[in-house]
């Protein structure tokens, strides 16, 4: 069985720039997270989709945060302008709903410069 | 609000040794609760979970947990370390109202010692 997919594994760029995420879920899982996790700290909850919709993004800073999941499949996570403090790795998960267990991608890793 | 304190940041045990890593969550009812292992370089993968039932749970790799309410603990153990366990934990806490909903610890790393 094909894992959680995500790309690029490594990006970097300068401050003020623009990036994007993509994610793949394991097929069938309908619930979606974007998990950030900055070194030296646990992941924390982006957003989590259910099939296309958002069920939570409280904790997106949606001033230059932004996430789609079109089609109920894979899904797109982009900043837009990046800080510095945006440097983390980017952690796509996936579920089946009510299970509680996180089939998480290897993360992409971004650096700001 | 719920949250997960991991109090060690880094444990160092020799190979062949008992390891207990600790976590303590704060939840207004009981939760559901979960370890994941991370490697370097990989994502997050399950040990076990705790949902209701048998206080003990067994998991992957050798690995069991305790759920004790009165502690509001949920605690790591492994009778006996192998180098391959070298990783970073983290323990996680479910929100009820929402299954789908988890909340991370801050991590505990791993190194074992040959």
């Known amino acids: 069985e094909a894992g959680v997919a995500q790309s690029p594994r490594y990006k970097i760029i300068e401050k003020r720039q623009s990036v994007a995420f993509w994610c793949n879920p394991i097929?069938?899982?309908?619930?979606l997270y974007w998990y950030q996790q900055i070194l030296g700290q646990g992941p924390k909850l982006l957003i989590q989709?259910?099939?296309?919709?958002?069920?939570?993004d409280s904790q997106l800073p949606k001033d230059r945060f932004s996430a789609e999941r079109l089609k109920g499949v894979d899904s797109t996570l982009k900043i837009q302008p990046a800080k510095l403090e945006d440097s983390a790795v980017y952690l796509c998960?996936?579920?089946?709903?009510?299970?509680?267990?996180?089939?998480f991608g290897e993360g992409s890793r971004l650096t700001v410069l | 609000a719920q949250s997960v304190t991991q109090p060690d940041i880094h444990i160092t045990v020799s190979e062949g040794a008992s390891l207990e890593l600790r976590c303590n969550y704060s939840?207004?009812?009981?939760?559901?609760l979960f370890w994941y292992v991370q490697s370097p370089g990989q994502g997050l993968q399950l040990l076990l979970k705790?949902?209701?039932?048998?206080?003990l749970v067994q998991g992957i790799k050798g690995f069991e947990a305790e759920f004790k309410r009165s502690q509001s603990s949920f605690n790591l153990r492994k009778p006996s370390v192998h180098w391959s366990d070298a990783a970073e934990y983290f323990c996680?806490?479910?929100?009820?109202?929402?299954?789908?909903?988890?909340?991370f610890g801050s991590g505990t790393k791993l190194n074992v010692k040959p």
């Open positions: 998960a996936s579920s089946f709903p009510n299970t509680g267990e996180l089939f």
């Open positions: 097929s069938g899982h309908a619930t």
């Open positions: 989709f259910q099939n296309n919709g958002v069920v939570d």
């Open positions: 939840y207004g009812a009981t939760p559901y």
């Open positions: 705790y949902f209701s039932g048998d206080t």
């Open positions: 996680a806490v479910g929100a009820t109202y929402n299954f789908n909903k988890f909340y």
